[in-house]
Every structure is written in structure tokens, then in C-alpha cells.
């Protein structure tokens, strides 16, 4: 039976207890669920403002004249975006080069909101965990649980969060079943034709990974289905606002785009216009700005939303079939380094946006770069980056593709 938590506790309480006494034969309560609030965020970040690192000191300031100068020429290479290095829980490195609305001469600011394309699954992710955490959703359990008309029995939730289901990716097979390229859908619809035409699987359920969007759509509606909220509010009363991310949201595709939001351009400046993809989220469709995404790093340090536990769960390798480094933990990249540096990381690009969240998690050393004009040399830049901060190479090799 699916847990509820009534807004209004005592009235809950006092209404059950008549309906008991009442009915020989009490059935599940009916109402509204409503998610356990967060136990601290609210107390600690959105009153907080950023520290930065005080970089009169010779160290620091060496080391923001050598990224001052690479970023200045990678700018002038055709980078348009937003970039923050931090250490230790203070920004190092914070500036924005470009534009966010070239039509309107908008240049890009603190409050700038790109969209982070498949970074969006780090979010999705880790929401499907909070709810796992607060018992609301077990992700050992079939998808079908959840989503009773989804198609195939033998999925669960966590095969999708570590992207071993074998779901072909929604965004290659549905155009050839939808005239209507150009009028967003949203994730029910997404649901409708994988019920509708059920693609058959790419290979047998757990057997090995394959990133497909398709999993991480589906986790969106999962995360509706076990709340009784939809995604976007969700995200916003239980992640967004709890950690201070006032520029952050999901993008909506009939409520269009804020004022503050940047614009997607493809590298001759053309602007990427809106196809039938854009309204399915989970998998992408979060718009965020560096400062919020050095909040939501930082936010795991402190076990804000979850626990050790989950957290290590979460950063856990879960594909094996192949050797190497790399590997997908529950929502999250990682290059897994014995006795050196672990990176847990994610790339994004869609449409025009490309984005690269790095995270050196023993030394709490985060690389954040988010462009919104098509450019994928971004993705080969954190090393560089490393380098000129720490003065060594890395020995991860960690400039990986979306």
C-alpha cells in the first residue's frame, strides 16, 4: 500500500479514528500524499550565501590569471557559456562569457539559466533516491509497480537508474510513428507509444548497460505516480528550493521560457528551434546556472537530501561487462582510478546546450561548465582545467562524451 502523509496531521488523525470506529471493515485512507518536508536544507542554504575562496592570496591569484587566460582564448575559439571551479566548499573560479540572448544583446549573468540537458539525470536520480530513502519508492521492485501500463514485467527501477534495461531511446524510434515533429510531447504520451507500438527490447533486462533517455523519462513518471505530484513541482518543493536554487526549474513546454533563461543556438548563431522531444523530462529539461550547480554539488557533502548510505549507493559501479575505468552508477557517470583520484561526473547535450559537471569527491573539487551554443570541445576541457588549478595531469581520462 502506497504511504500518505496528510498536510494536516492532527485532522488526518482525528478523521481516521471516526472512520475506524465507524466501519467494521476500514479501508486505506484517501487523499493527497504529501512527501516528509526535508529535514535541514531549508535551515542551512537558501540564507547562505556562496564562499569564495579569497584570491588575493599569491596562490589563488596565480591560479585565476592561468584560467583567466585559457578561458579567454577558448572564448575567442567560439565557447559561449558560464564556468565555476570550486574547492573545499568555496568558489575558486566564476565567469561568463558570451551571450544568453543574442537577438536582445543579453549577456550572460549570475542568474542566467542554461539547459543542462542529460546533467538533468544527476536531479531524476537523485530524487528516485530521496524517495527510496523515505520509503515512498524501492527501486528493486518492477517498473510496473509504479506504472501499471508500462509494458515490460520484468524492469525495475533500478535498471533504469543504471541504464541496464535495454529500453530503445525514445527520441530515435517514435519519429518514425509521429508525423508532428515540431510539437513537444510530454512523458505520458512518451508512455502511450511505448504501450501503444511496445519496441522490442535492445537485449534482456539487466544483462548488460546501454545509456538510453528512455530510462530516465521513465523515472520522471515514476517519481509522479509514487507522489501524486508532477515532476517539475516535485523538483522544485523537495530539491530546488530546499537547497537555495533560486534560477533552477524544469522547462515546461506550455509555459514557455522565463525572461532569465538563455537561449539554445547552434554554432552559426541560428537559434535550435523546439521539436516534439522537448517536452519529456527526466532524462533532460532542467535549466540551472553555475552557482546553483556548485549548490547542488556541495548539497551532497552535507548529506542534505541523502544519507551516506544512499550516496554510496548511488556512486556505486553497476556494469561489469566491459573493463576499463569507466562505468554508470544511479544517475551518475564515474572513472573509478585505484589509489588515485575517483571522478563522478556527467556530461549534457541537447540542442544546442553542451555541459559538463565534474566532481573530484575525495578532494571536494568540482569543475562546472555550461554552454548554450554548440561547441563539444567543452567536453575536453575539465582535464585542462585540472591541470592549470592543481599542477598536475589527471590520470583519469575523463573527457567523455555525452
Same mark, same amino acid.
Given at each position: 500500500?502506497?504511504?500518505?502523509?496528510?498536510?494536516?496531521?492532527?485532522?488526518?488523525?482525528?478523521?481516521?479514528?471516526?472512520?475506524?470506529?465507524?466501519?467494521?471493515?476500514?479501508?486505506?485512507?484517501?487523499?493527497?500524499?504529501?512527501?516528509?518536508?526535508?529535514?535541514?536544507?531549508?535551515?542551512?542554504?537558501?540564507?547562505?550565501?556562496?564562499?569564495?575562496?579569497?584570491?588575493?592570496?599569491?596562490?589563488?591569484?596565480?591560479?585565476?590569471?592561468?584560467?583567466?587566460?585559457?578561458?579567454?582564448?577558448?572564448?575567442?575559439?567560439?565557447?559561449?557559456?558560464?564556468?565555476?571551479?570550486?574547492?573545499?566548499?568555496?568558489?575558486?573560479?566564476?565567469?561568463?562569457?558570451?551571450?544568453? !540572448?543574442?537577438?536582445?544583446?543579453? %549577456?550572460?549573468?549570475?542568474?542566467?539559466?542554461?539547459?543542462?540537458?542529460?546533467?538533468?539525470?544527476?536531479?531524476?536520480?537523485?530524487?528516485?533516491?530521496?524517495?527510496?530513502?523515505?520509503?515512498?519508492?524501492?527501486?528493486?521492485?518492477?517498473?510496473?509497480?509504479?506504472?501499471?501500463?508500462?509494458?515490460?514485467?520484468?524492469?525495475?527501477?533500478?535498471?533504469?537508474?543504471?541504464?541496464?534495461?535495454?529500453?530503445?531511446?525514445?527520441?530515435?524510434?517514435?519519429?518514425?510513428?509521429?508525423?508532428?515533429?515540431?510539437?513537444?510531447?510530454?512523458?505520458?504520451?512518451?508512455?502511450?507509444?511505448?504501450?501503444?507500438? %511496445?519496441?522490442?527490447?535492445?537485449?534482456?533486462?539487466?544483462?548488460?548497460?546501454?545509456?538510453?533517455?528512455?530510462?530516465?523519462?521513465?523515472?520522471?513518471?515514476?517519481?509522479?505516480?509514487?507522489?501524486?505530484?508532477?515532476?517539475?513541482?516535485?523538483?522544485?518543493?523537495?530539491?530546488?528550493?530546499?537547497?537555495?536554487?533560486?534560477?533552477?526549474?524544469?522547462?515546461?513546454?506550455?509555459?514557455?521560457?522565463?525572461?532569465?533563461?538563455?537561449?539554445?543556438?547552434?554554432?552559426?548563431?541560428?537559434?535550435?528551434?523546439?521539436?516534439?522531444?522537448?517536452?519529456?523530462?527526466?532524462?533532460?529539461?532542467?535549466?540551472?546556472?553555475?552557482?546553483?550547480?556548485?549548490?547542488?554539488?556541495?548539497?551532497?557533502?552535507?548529506?542534505?537530501?541523502?544519507?551516506?548510505?544512499?550516496?554510496?549507493?548511488?556512486?556505486?559501479?553497476?556494469?561489469?561487462?566491459?573493463?576499463?575505468?569507466?562505468?554508470?552508477?544511479?544517475?551518475?557517470?564515474?572513472?573509478? !582510478?585505484?589509489? %588515485?583520484?575517483?571522478?563522478?561526473?556527467?556530461?549534457?547535450?541537447?540542442?544546442?546546450?553542451?555541459?559538463?559537471?565534474?566532481?573530484?569527491?575525495?578532494?571536494?573539487?568540482?569543475?562546472?561548465?555550461?554552454?548554450?551554443?554548440?561547441?563539444?570541445?567543452?567536453?575536453?576541457?575539465?582535464?585542462?582545467?585540472?591541470?592549470?588549478?592543481?599542477?598536475?595531469?589527471?590520470?583519469?581520462?575523463?573527457?567523455?562524451?555525452?
Amino acid at each position: 500500500m502506497r504511504k500518505y502523509f496528510f498536510p494536516y496531521i492532527a485532522t488526518a488523525l482525528l478523521l481516521s479514528l471516526l472512520f475506524i470506529a465507524c466501519n467494521s471493515n476500514p479501508q486505506p485512507a484517501v487523499g493527497k500524499p504529501l512527501m516528509p518536508e526535508p529535514d535541514e536544507p531549508t535551515k542551512v542554504l537558501p540564507s547562505s550565501p556562496l564562499q569564495y575562496a579569497d584570491t588575493t592570496k599569491p596562490e589563488y591569484r596565480a591560479i585565476v590569471e592561468r584560467l583567466d587566460n585559457f578561458f579567454r582564448r577558448y572564448a575567442s575559439t567560439g565557447f559561449n557559456g558560464s564556468v565555476l571551479v570550486g574547492q573545499n566548499g568555496k568558489v575558486l573560479y566564476e565567469r561568463y562569457f558570451g551571450m544568453a !540572448n543574442r537577438e536582445t544583446g543579453l %549577456k550572460l549573468l549570475p542568474n542566467s539559466a542554461v539547459q543542462l540537458a542529460s546533467v538533468s539525470k544527476t536531479f531524476t536520480g537523485t530524487a528516485v533516491l530521496y524517495l527510496h530513502q523515505h520509503n515512498f519508492i524501492n527501486i528493486n521492485h518492477p517498473v510496473q509497480e509504479y506504472l501499471p501500463t508500462f509494458p515490460y514485467p520484468n524492469i525495475t527501477v533500478k535498471m533504469l537508474l543504471c541504464h541496464r534495461s535495454g529500453l530503445p531511446d525514445y527520441y530515435k524510434w517514435i519519429p518514425a510513428y509521429r508525423k508532428d515533429q515540431k510539437t513537444p510531447i510530454n512523458n505520458n504520451q512518451m508512455l502511450d507509444y511505448f504501450i501503444k507500438f %511496445k519496441p522490442g527490447l535492445e537485449f534482456r533486462p539487466d544483462a548488460r548497460f546501454k545509456y538510453s533517455n528512455s530510462n530516465f523519462a521513465f523515472l520522471a513518471l515514476i517519481i509522479e505516480a509514487a507522489t501524486d505530484m508532477s515532476y517539475p513541482d516535485f523538483m522544485r518543493k523537495f530539491i530546488f528550493e530546499p537547497l537555495g536554487m533560486k534560477n533552477t526549474f524544469v522547462f515546461e513546454a506550455e509555459k514557455g521560457l522565463p525572461a532569465t533563461a538563455t537561449i539554445s543556438y547552434r554554432p552559426n548563431w541560428v537559434r535550435d528551434p523546439v521539436m516534439f522531444a522537448d517536452g519529456v523530462d527526466g532524462d533532460k529539461g532542467i535549466y540551472s546556472t553555475v552557482e546553483d550547480m556548485y549548490r547542488w554539488d556541495q548539497s551532497f557533502y552535507s548529506h542534505l537530501l541523502l544519507n551516506k548510505e544512499t550516496i554510496d549507493m548511488a556512486y556505486a559501479p553497476y556494469s561489469f561487462e566491459k573493463g576499463g575505468k569507466k562505468n554508470y552508477g544511479l544517475g551518475w557517470r564515474m572513472i573509478n !582510478n585505484p589509489g %588515485k583520484e575517483r571522478v563522478i561526473y556527467h556530461n549534457g547535450w541537447w540542442h544546442g546546450n553542451n555541459t559538463v559537471f565534474y566532481r573530484f569527491v575525495e578532494q571536494n573539487f568540482t569543475i562546472i561548465m555550461l554552454g548554450n551554443k554548440y561547441n563539444t570541445s567543452i567536453y575536453k576541457q575539465a582535464p585542462v582545467v585540472y591541470s592549470l588549478v592543481k599542477g598536475m595531469e589527471t590520470s583519469g581520462d575523463f573527457e567523455s562524451e555525452e
